[in-house]
């Protein structure tokens, strides 16, 4: 869904303004995280996590019956033939803006066939692409990670300074045999804050990261926003205040959050129109597993051994800095391709 979208607003702005406004929609994915954690701290504690789940599908839900009002894109529709429905879209945009359309004809080419997985792979793109994919990977692995372990961090109380798991106090009456070997406990009202707290951080760095796209180029503001993520994933591990753990929190959010801004918009580019939804999507698939590795390091790896789990996100960060840095195309000032 993130991806469908990003792709129908590469398409309908103007170069110029790609990478100013497309980062800006991470203010929208911020209100809802937001969102999500004031209504945990409330329903959680009172109803339950699976009412949580239940009200957190309602807008999922609403938004089906809101997709009929979202334009097919008018550079898609030309791509296929279909020029009624682009300039019945242009039109509608033209009326909206209070302004005319043009004289003239559109004229991009039909394409005979659409894009194919094998087109991803073809001498051209392919080097572009296992490094995107790589960089998917990475920075989804890298953001889910931060997620997790801010609440792993919370929850088991595994900072540096404080009692180690053996020293849980068992309560009395009550075996060690009987409890749960993962020590859950309700989050307090300080978690959901210090949560919140460093989730704003998701914007923090918006106003750094559209200058470094617009001005050094895609390749190196990612190539430096994962760079500085490798290095606040170590700086987890010095004996700080709560304060100061909330701080490093905070930083890693803003820079995990800068990273995917840049990839977004660098994928979406990079391909033409007949790849670009295919693009996006095997990327996202990439994306997804990152996520589905990253618990087993943020809760797992990180309980056996912390610096151990610390070090793994920050490799993973410095190979996509790397792979960023050596991408074989710029796409900054670019214009969108049509064709292959």
């Not at 209504?39 to 999922?60: D, E, F, K, Q, Y």
């Not at 009692?163 to 309700?186: A, F, N």
Request: net charge positive; with cysteine.
């Amino acid at each position: 869904m993130a991806a469908g979208r990003l792709i129908i607003k590469t398409e309908f702005l103007p170069t110029k303004y790609r990478g100013y406004m497309l980062p800006l929609s991470q203010v929208f994915w911020l209100a809802g995280s937001l969102l999500i954690i004031g209504l945990a701290s409330v329903v959680v504690p009172t109803i339950g996590w699976r009412w949580l789940i239940r009200i957190a599908s309602i807008p999922g839900i609403i938004l089906i019956m809101a997709f009929k009002f979202i334009p097919e894109s008018a550079r898609f529709n030309v791509s296929t033939g279909n020029t009624q429905a682009a300039l019945a879209t242009l039109e509608h945009i033209a009326k909206m803006n209070r302004s005319v359309m043009p004289e003239g004809k559109l004229v991009e080419p039909i394409l005979e066939k659409r894009g194919r997985f094998a087109d991803l792979l073809d001498a051209k793109y392919l080097r572009t692409t296992l490094q995107i994919w790589v960089i998917w990977l990475g920075i989804s692995f890298a953001y889910y990670g931060v997620i997790l372990a801010s609440a792993e961090l919370l929850e088991r109380d595994l900072v540096c300074g404080s009692r180690s798991e053996s020293e849980v106090v068992v309560p009395e009456g009550v075996s060690e045999e009987s409890q749960s070997p993962c020590h859950c406990h309700m989050f307090a009202p300080s978690d959901y804050q210090t949560i919140i707290i460093s989730t704003v951080g998701e914007i923090a760095l918006n106003p750094l990261n559209i200058l470094g796209i617009n001005f050094l180029g895609r390749r190196l503001s990612l190539s430096i926003t994962m760079g500085c993520t490798a290095l606040f994933f170590l700086l987890l591990n010095i004996c700080t205040s709560s304060a100061g753990l909330i701080g490093f929190l905070f930083m890693l959010r803003a820079l995990v959050a800068a990273n995917f801004n840049t990839v977004y918009i660098y994928t979406a580019e990079v391909y033409p129109t007949t790849m670009r939804a295919l693009g996006m999507g095997t990327s996202g698939s990439l994306c997804r597993i990152g996520a589905m590795v990253a618990p087993f390091i943020s809760q797992v790896l990180m309980s056996a051994s912390f610096l151990g789990a610390l070090c793994l996100f920050s490799s993973v960060c410095v190979v996509c800095a790397i792979s960023a840095f050596t991408l074989p195309i710029e796409t900054k000032g670019r214009a969108l391709q049509q064709i292959k």
